[in-house]
Every structure is written in structure tokens, then in C-alpha cells.
């Protein structure tokens, strides 16, 4: 299958550069299945839990304190190991820049370090 073909029928993600171990779900999918890759990469990443569009996808294993890459750049590191097919969000994902992001929320992006009086 070339890289500008797909399966209508399948959840997609996109790789922005070559270099990049994570893509972007251009769908929402469930914990199960897989997800075709458009860009670069092209091999379909088995799903590994429920992600909502928009959201990163590890397209390979990514170990504790590699390198997370989106855009040809390192965006994070990973916190802990992250499996391939696996959502790469705040839970696993550290800022290498803005220490305060690990204190977000999860879902909401909310800080959770403030209080409000």
C-alpha cells in the first residue's frame, strides 16, 4: 500500500516528520485494533488502549527518559517506559522545558497546583 492510500475502514494517526516515534490520531479509537500510520512510517501500530483524536500515539517502544520526538524535534521525555500503540500524554510524558506541566491535570489540562481561596 503507498503512503497516500489507506483503509477507509480503519482509525488513522499522522507522523509529521520522519524522525518523529510519535503521531497524532486524526480519529478516536478503542482499546483494541489498530491504527494506520499516514506519513513516513506507513506499518499500521497495534492499539493499546482507548485515545481520543488529536491525542499522540508512541509508534515505537520509547524507554524511560528517551527522547520524545513530534515535529522532527524533541517535545519531552518519557517518564517511564512507554509500550508502542500506547497514549504519550502527561502520565508519561515530561516537559524538558516547563517543569509545572507534570502537575496538570490529565484530561482536563487544568493546573492542580493552584489553590484558590
Known sequence: ???LAYDVGMARCFQ???QDNVATLLDDVSGDGEVQVLGSHGA?????EAMKLG??????????????IKFGVAIGH???D???GEWVHLHNLAS??????QTLD????????????
Open 1 to 3: 500500500m503507498s503512503r
Open 96 to 101: 524538558n522545558f516547563d517543569e509545572r506541566s
Open 106 to 117: 490529565l484530561h482536563s489540562g487544568a493546573a492542580t497546583d493552584t489553590k484558590y481561596e
Open 44 to 48: 499500521p501500530v497495534a492499539v493499546r
Open 16 to 18: 509529521v516528520h520522519p
Open 82 to 84: 512507554i509500550a508502542a
Open 55 to 68: 491525542h499522540k500515539i508512541a509508534l515505537r517502544p520509547l524507554a524511560a527518559g528517551e527522547a520524545v
Open 78 to 80: 518519557a517518564s517511564r
